[in-house]
């Protein structure tokens, strides 16, 4: 449900509201409605860096595979070393 609102603003802040709205193509009442919708929420948590890394899935990992072995091995049989 929509109600009025009154507002007291300054006449030049107004014309350049309105154009602002032009611009834009929103009414006044739609970009009022927005901003105050912005102010009242609730700010969204950011994530820090580390906390996004951690929460990433962990690769399953063999240590008893030697790396290094392995990708000569499969550089080998690609490339015919």
Not at 25 to 38: A, G, N, P, Q, T
Not at 53 to 78: C, G, M, T
């Amino acid at each position: 449900m929509k109600t009025r609102l009154n507002l007291t603003v300054d006449e030049n802040l107004v014309y350049k509201i309105k154009e602002y709205a032009d611009l834009k193509h929103i009414s006044v009442s739609e970009l009022v409605e927005d901003y105050f919708k912005k102010v009242v929420e609730e700010p969204v948590k950011k994530n820090s860096l580390i906390e996004l890394i951690e929460s990433l899935p962990k690769p399953e990992i063999d240590f008893d595979v030697d790396l290094k072995k392995q990708y000569y091995e499969e550089r080998a049989s690609k490339y015919g070393f």
